[in-house]
């Protein structure tokens, strides 16, 4: 049996929030945070928990523009997690920009260090990639800075590939290059 057998892969549900918040905080304190973020951990840790009642309670509301799945391990740790942004043709991205396609835009992937190299990533998106191609993604997307090459080769691993566009955000640190997984 592979590692990555062992995990459950599941959606978050609303009244796990103190743990969203606890592996958020975490993945703030990763080395490349900087790179893979848009917020720093002081700025997370200062949010009212009422705000990770309403992020938690977003994300498992079955409304079907978002959800965040976690990896529990065989311990009940939350080893990782990524969340699926559905986006609409004709609409702007979180960004601001436009949006050509129904598509899934997935964010916030993070591995705990220790459960790194078992195969977790790839089966925390086989169920993300599904989630978005049940509500009729195009593709899915993602970006990444082109600076941060472990996350990179992470996401060509499980199967993203360059679409060419790279997109500077403000705050940001350098372009991020946008990856794609096209319904296939």
Same mark, same amino acid.
Do not use: C
């Given at each position: 049996?592979?590692?990555?057998?062992?995990?459950v892969?599941?959606e978050?549900r609303?009244?796990?929030?103190?743990?969203?918040?606890?592996?958020?905080?975490?993945?703030?304190?990763d080395?490349v945070?900087?790179?893979?973020?848009?917020?720093?951990?002081?700025?997370?840790?200062?949010?009212?928990d009422?705000?990770?009642?309403?992020?938690?309670?977003r994300?498992?509301d079955?409304?079907?523009?978002v959800?965040?799945?976690?990896?529990?391990?065989?311990?009940g740790?939350w080893?990782?997690?990524?969340t699926?942004?559905?986006?609409?043709?004709g &609409?702007?991205?979180?960004?601001?920009?436009?949006?050509?396609?129904?598509?899934?835009?997935?964010?916030g992937?993070?591995?705990r260090?220790?459960?790194r190299g078992?195969?977790?990533i790839e &089966?925390l998106?086989?169920? =993300?990639?599904?989630w978005a191609?049940?509500?009729?993604?195009?593709?899915?997307r993602?970006?990444v800075?082109?600076?941060? =090459?472990?996350?990179?080769?992470?996401?060509?691993k499980?199967?993203?590939?360059?679409?060419?566009? &790279?997109?500077d955000?403000?705050?940001?640190?350098?372009?991020?290059?946008e990856?794609v997984?096209?319904?296939?």
């Amino acid at each position: 049996m592979r590692m990555e057998e062992r995990y459950v892969v599941r959606e978050i549900r609303a009244d796990e929030w103190p743990t969203v918040k606890a592996l958020r905080l975490d993945a703030l304190r990763d080395p490349v945070a900087r790179l893979a973020f848009l917020e720093t951990y002081e700025d997370a840790a200062a949010r009212p928990d009422t705000f990770w009642q309403e992020r938690a309670a977003r994300s498992a509301d079955g409304a079907g523009v978002v959800r965040q799945f976690v990896a529990v391990a065989p311990d009940g740790v939350w080893a990782g997690t990524l969340t699926v942004l559905m986006e609409e043709a004709g &609409t702007k991205d979180w960004a601001g920009y436009p949006v050509e396609r129904r598509q899934g835009h997935v964010v916030g992937v993070f591995i705990r260090p220790e459960h790194r190299g078992r195969g977790l990533i790839e &089966t925390l998106f086989a169920v =993300g990639l599904e989630w978005a191609w049940e509500r009729g993604a195009s593709r899915v997307r993602l970006l990444v800075h082109e600076d941060n =090459g472990r996350a990179q080769g992470a996401y060509r691993k499980a199967g993203f590939v360059p679409s060419g566009a &790279t997109v500077d955000l403000a705050g940001g640190e350098g372009p991020e290059l946008e990856l794609v997984v096209e319904r296939g």
